[in-house]
């Protein structure tokens, strides 16, 4: 008996990633459907930017609409994403993965966390991370904190595994990693150097199959944990000129570095300096990707973290309601000085749209992609 090809794909979505690895096999149609349709196989181009506020969460569909003036600035209306009825004052948005969002709410001690799929509005509850003997009651000094910023979500491609990361920070006891993945009964602890307690405030990636966090100091180092191998180790060290380190961002799933600035005597003048990593483990190497330059007017605006390169666009906010896209294009290339690095892309970046209408304060920026990804598979607990 036939069965329709859409049916197949329906099924193909709601089986854990390591099952559809080993169906790929079966024959060269289910090998194609699996590389075509489902979502982790998708490319960065196709992903919509989410943007997130401390009252909702919305995806900006017509980003790539043509205009009819390069310099004109057309109004974008976003589309509210439902996050089946869990979002409140006290969630907060930690990272998305194949269209699936990781939630904190910093209202439970420790912060649990949610899985949440937008697209079928299933959701997931992990279970509770071990406090006993691992987390302080109390640090006045960090009062401001709050426990969604020590979470990262991953995916690693090569494994299928996704995974949850509680990286070392101030008001844990212990120098560990708590580590949660999909598929398991309970969070496990991962050992990790003394010198690698997280600076919460440089912002927790996990990109390219490794959680990334800047260590607290002065010596700007940047600290890797593997998603497969589960080893945690130093990144190749920025060059000079790339530091200090202001935030870890996201540009194409890869993990990458930011400046910005604003140059006198043109104080409308801003530019982002943008450092990528590429390759992966002693293959390592940092490449200085753009330099971002646009004119302003009115109130300064800040980049938007961690994703604020969507294609040919980047992401500003102007104040906290409302998101500024530019649309940025080469202007010539820029050569460096010193032998840290070669060629950059110089682009100039003009105010393509407005994206306003949304409740609540910008706080966040992520890629989507829609997905039918069955969160139930993953419970074992």
């Known amino acids: ?55 909702s969460a919305y995806i900006v569909d017509d980003l790539d609409l043509d205009l009819e003036e390069e310099s004109s600035s057309v109004p974008r209306t976003p589309r509210e994403l439902h996050l089946g009825g869990r979002y409140n004052e006290n969630m907060e948005v930690v990272a998305v993965c194949n269209g699936v969002l990781c939630l904190c709410d910093n209202d439970k001690p420790g912060g649990a966390i949610t899985l949440a799929n937008p697209a079928t509005g299933e959701v997931l509850a992990l279970p509770p991370i071990p406090r006993h003997g691992l987390f302080r009651r109390h640090n006045s000094r960090h009062s401001g904190r709050s426990w969604n910023q020590a979470y990262s979500f991953g995916y690693h491609h090569g494994t299928g595994q996704y995974k949850v990361v509680h990286v070392p920070c101030f008001y844990k006891t212990k120098d560990t990693l708590q580590v949660f993945t999909l598929g398991e009964a309970s969070w496990r602890e991962v050992p990790a150097p003394a010198y690698a307690r997280c600076n919460l405030d440089a912002g927790v990636v996990s990109a390219n199959g490794a959680t990334y966090w800047v260590t607290e100091g002065s010596e700007d180092r940047i600290m890797s944990f593997d998603l497969d191998n589960e080893q945690v180790s130093c990144t190749q060290p920025l060059p000079v000129s790339a530091r200090p380190i202001s935030h870890l961002t996201q540009v194409n799933r890869r993990l990458s570095t930011t400046t910005t600035t604003h140059r006198p005597p043109h104080y409308g003048y801003g530019c982002i300096q943008v450092w990528v990593l590429e390759g992966r483990r002693n293959e390592q190497a940092w490449i200085h990707l753009y330099r ?90």
């Not at 990633?17 to 960065?44: G, K, Y």
């Not at 181009?45 to 506020?53: E, G, K, N, Q, S």
């Not at 102007?318 to 060629?343: D, I, L």
């Open 292 to 381: 971002l330059g646009w004119y302003q007017s009115g109130p300064e605006r800040q980049m938007a973290r961690p994703c604020f390169i969507h294609g040919d666009h980047v992401l500003l906010t102007n104040g906290s309601e409302k998101m500024v896209v530019y649309k940025h294009k080469p202007a010539n290339y820029y050569y460096c000085r010193s032998s840290e690095c070669t060629v950059v892309h110089d682009n100039s970046c003009y105010q393509k749209a407005v994206v306003s209408n949304m409740r609540g304060h910008i706080s966040r920026t992520f890629a989507y992609i829609k997905t039918e990804e069955a969160l139930s598979v993953h419970r074992r607990w």
């Open 1 to 55: 008996m036939d069965i329709p090809t859409e049916l197949v794909v329906e099924i193909l979505q709601r089986l854990p990633w390591t099952s559809r690895r080993r169906l790929r096999l079966v024959c060269r149609f289910w090998r194609d459907l699996i590389h075509q349709r489902t979502t982790e196989m998708q490319q960065p181009r196709d992903a919509v930017p989410l943007i997130v506020t401390t009252e």
